[in-house]
Nanobody, 121 residues
Framework: QVQLVESGGGLVQAGGSLRLSCAAS?????MGWFRQATGKEREFVAA????????YYADSVEGRFTISRDNAKNTVYLQINSLKPEDTAIYYC?????????????????WGQGTQVTVSS
């Protein structure tokens, strides 16, 4: 079993920045960030492979979000810059149970509980 714990969310003004963290216990592979706004489906944000050498992003966040990981700490990060009100959502981290490129929720085996990001205009 893998446990994931997100942190770093909060209330920020538009244009501000946040860094989300996801601490994992257990073996992780591809790690991803998703978000879910009220009344909407959970959507892919960003992901990276185990080494961190391969990253990919949703078009809506490309250039503003940066995903990274520190395997020594078994932690993945999401740096969010130039926040917009439409970025308001609960942000979840997740990991697959084997190496693969994954952008769909069903491709991820383990999920954290989420951290709320609220952006005021």
């Amino acid at each position: 079993q893998v446990q994931l714990v997100e942190s770093g969310g909060g209330l920020v003004q538009a244009g501000g920045s946040l860094r989300l963290s996801c601490a994992a216990s257990g073996r992780t592979y591809t790690m991803g960030w998703f978000r879910q706004a009220t009344g909407k489906e959970r959507e892919f944000v960003a992901a990276l492979n185990w080494s961190g050498g391969i990253t990919y992003y949703a078009d809506s966040v490309e250039g503003r979000f940066t995903i990274s990981r520190d395997n020594a700490k078994n932690t993945v990060y999401l740096q969010i810059n130039s926040l917009k009100p439409e970025d308001t959502a609960i942000y979840y981290c997740a990991t697959t149970d084997r190496p693969l490129r994954a952008v769909k929720t069903y491709e991820y085996a383990y999920w954290g509980q989420g951290t709320q990001v609220t952006v005021s205009s």
